[in-house]
């Protein structure tokens, strides 16, 4: 078998990094991008698929308010800081900004005159003032608590403000008398939203004592209150000419029910993550989603749970939702030929995916990639656009590790573990779960499939228990999970165990643990082989070789070791890293590893000389996860820093590159020995400086100055004969040597 080429260096390619950071936002009038608050700075994303256009660096604040201006031109922002900033989108510069609140602004608006901008701060205060000269017009006061939200009349002639507060109240403000012309009182609870109709004489609000009101705008009334059973987060109305109208307008008229009052539809969502859309007329659920797509962590964690943000897009684009866990979700009306309405999920982009515990490569062709966060659900991104492909639900704890592979027939398979102390198989394509397996009193913190067979895989577990599990019963036609079996059991180690591995031939498998240990196991019947002592610190990953008889252990002592299989002994030790190695992982049919630490450095590694060719500095977290892929020998790496960096190997391309650059040099070389000998200095000179050749470049001022001297000697010395006793030389010997 031809030996592949050694790989010399590493190209790095950042696919996926964190662009939101919860709370504010702004999406375009088009849909076309979103601007997040990312802490300190805004972040512009596209929205087709989260590509970070620019990011706008703000003070040393968080951002808690961001809006838009009408036609997307400008961008206001502000935050902890109190400071009002105007970004012009089209330089991403800061165009204007100025103080007005003696506290936090918590929300913002603009007219849609885009003449005005409104604010509200925790200072109760809404204060409205003029874009362009940068000067309050407006101060309102009356609320008794945080001013949150805030809404024009759509109508640009109409000039009323609503500001909704913490206090439960709506005040409405009248921008041409600026005077309260009103104060809507009836929710118990925080207002979180606020929606107009499209007659823009009712107003809609929804509020965290899970109910939606309905206000009269000519005499300020309730006009009805629909209870939802649900902490509201936002509230959307269907416009008309939309799919959603249409859909839910002929839906009432086939029920007959008909009204002196048109009857509003609008949208709720809240913290159970699941949008429902409702019927003014009779305040009755026209639609719910059957299941959430939001990860619904414990209850005791009520903040952390459902939507937090939800609002139409124009043209039919769909509805777009944000979730507390800083997942933007596009969900698209879709009515199938039998009749049914269902909001399908066709866009998840991914906000922030917290700290990255593990990641593997996916399918045959590598095309996709899933990834455990610090979250219940196992992601899975495209490969090339790096977009949330879908996600794997139903843990109900942090999902620690995971592997894939594809079984002999031809299925892709995901295996997880979590803190919840269970096992799940998946099936990638159909997105279901195939399999739980339960019997680990810990969390499960390390998991590996079978190499050859693919009939098993083995779990580790904070337990210092090593399980085998079987893959009997699993089926292409499962209505629901089966339960897992175990094979075989043993206590392996003394504390939590980190990491396993499979040997390529399903032979033997390694476990790695806290207690400073590598053990080495025969399967199926888990019979101790060798136990690899020698590490100072604990034990994080384990590999084994795809061609030779030894394992690759890192550890928390710094160093990297590989082992004999036969005996236990250490081959070779590897130092260069500054902290905990945290993964490695061999390439180039085991002549080289790859590795990542505690500082986010990775390094590139020639097993036969210990040698480190490489050092790679792009993350700034911890880097856990690290994977290769098995036919491309890509590397994909994810840290405590939420992001995700793809690595191809450029030894081929640099090589080319500097052949290139070679040959681009002899052709120079041979210009600049053209120039010189045509006596071209200037020519020569220039060529000199680019190929930084400090002789050559010597001799051409050398002979340039020489020439130069020759020409005052012949043309200028019978105008004066001073420069002969000057520069002290023979004359008609000087000349006699150069007409020779």
């Known amino acids: 078998m031809a030996s592949l080429p050694l790989k010399k260096n590493y190209r790095c390619v950042p696919s996926l990094q964190p662009f939101y950071s919860g709370g504010a936002f702004a999406v375009s009038s088009d849909g076309s991008f979103i601007a997040c608050a990312s802490g300190e700075s805004i972040n512009i994303v596209d929205a087709s698929n989260s590509f970070i256009r620019s990011t706008l660096e703000g003070d040393s604040e968080a951002v808690t308010a961001l809006t838009l201006s009408p036609d997307d031109k400008l961008l206001f922002s502000s935050g902890h800081s109190r400071l009002i900033r105007v970004w012009d989108l089209s330089t991403f ?53 945080v001013v949150s939200s805030l809404l024009f009349h759509p109508d640009p002639t109409n000039q009323i403000l609503f500001s909704a507060s913490h206090d439960t109240t709506v005040n409405v403000w009248d921008l041409d008398t600026k005077k309260r012309v009103a104060t809507l009182t009836g929710h118990n609870s925080t207002v979180t939203s606020m929606a107009l109709s499209e007659d823009g004489r009712t107003l809609l609000t929804a509020g965290r004592d899970k109910v939606v009101i309905l206000w009269n705008l000519d005499d300020y009334n309730c006009l009805k209150t629909v209870t939802t059973y649900e902490v509201l987060e936002a509230v959307c109305v269907i416009p008309s000419g939309t799919l959603l109208s249409s859909r839910f307008s002929s839906s009432k008229q086939r029920n007959g029910k008909k009204s002196k009052s048109p009857a509003i539809c609008f949208i709720t969502v809240g913290d159970r993550g699941i949008v429902r859309i409702w019927n003014s007329e009779g305040a009755v659920c026209l639609f719910e989603q059957k299941s959430s797509d939001v990860t619904i962590t414990s209850d005791d964690d009520e903040s952390k749970r459902g939507f937090t943000a939800a609002l139409l897009l124009p043209s039919d684009q769909g509805l777009l939702c944000v979730t507390a866990d800083q997942e933007f979700l596009l969900y698209s009306p879709v009515e199938s030929p039998e009749g049914t309405f269902e909001f399908f999920l066709s866009k998840r982009l991914v906000g922030n995916n917290g700290e990255i515990l593990d990641m593997k490569f996916l399918g045959d062709e590598e095309q996709f990639i899933a990834v455990a966060t610090n979250t219940e659900q196992v ?71 079978s190499k050859k067979q693919r009939d098993f895989f083995v779990s580790g577990s904070s337990d210092r228990t090593l399980k085998v599990w079987s893959l009997d019963g699993i089926s292409d036609n499962m209505e629901k999970p089966i339960n897992l079996k175990a094979k075989a059991v043993v206590a392996a180690h003394d504390k939590d165990i980190n990491s396993v591995a499979v040997a390529p031939n399903d032979s033997l498998v390694c476990s790695g643990s806290q207690d400073r240990t590598a053990c080495v196991w025969r399967l199926p019947d888990l019979v101790p082989v060798v136990v690899l002592k020698g590490h100072k610190r604990g034990v994080w990953s384990v590999e084994f070789s795809p061609v030779d008889q030894c394992i690759l252990t890192t550890s928390g002592d710094k160093t990297i070791k590989i082992w004999a299989i036969s005996d236990g002994s250490c081959l070779k030790s590897f130092e260069g890293h500054m902290s905990s190695v945290y993964r490695a992982s061999f390439l180039t049919r085991g002549t080289q590893f790859i590795s990542s630490d505690a500082d986010g450095l990775v390094k590139l590694w020639m097993v036969k000389t210990n040698e480190c060719i490489a050092t790679y500095d792009q993350h700034e977290d911890k880097v856990w996860a690290l994977t290769v892929g098995k036919k491309t020998e890509m590397v994909a790496t994810g840290s405590g820093d939420a992001a995700i960096n793809l690595w191809y190997d450029c030894t081929a391309s640099d090589k080319e590159e500097a052949f290139r650059r070679e040959e681009e040099g002899v052709l120079k070389s ?43 000697l012949v043309y200028c010395l019978p105008l004066s004969g001073c420069l002969l006793n000057f520069c002290h030389v023979s004359y008609p010997s000087f000349l006699q040597e150069e007409r020779g």
């Not at 849609?112 to 409205?128: E, F, Q, R």
């Not at 279901?432 to 913190?445: F, Q, R, W, Y």
């Open 93 to 145: 510069k800061c165009v204007r900004s100025w103080k007005g609140h003696e506290g936090p602004v918590m929300g913002m608006a603009c007219h849609p005159s885009g003449g005005y901008l409104a604010t509200a701060g925790a200072d109760k205060k809404v204060i409205v003032w003029d874009v362009a000269g940068s000067f309050a017009t407006h101060h309102f006061k009356g609320h008794q608590g």
């Open 379 to 449: 992601r899975v991104f495209d490969v090339a656009s790096m977009s949330c492909s879908h996600v794997l639900a139903g843990h109900t704890e942090i999902v620690m590790c995971l592997d894939t592979c594809v079984s002999s027939s031809g299925r892709t398979l995901i295996v997880t573990g979590s803190k919840d102390n269970s096992v799940r198989l998946w099936e990638s394509e159909s997105r279901c779960c195939l399999g739980v397996g339960i019997g680990h009193m810990g969390s499960v913190g390390a998991i590996a499939f």
């Open 670 to 712: 041979q210009e600049l020995e053209n120039a010189v000998k045509d006596a071209d200095y200037t020519k020569a000179i220039q060529i000199a400086f680019k190929l930084r050749r400090p002789h050559k470049l010597y001799e051409c001022f050398h002979e340039l100055f020489r020439l130069t001297i020759v020409f005052l």
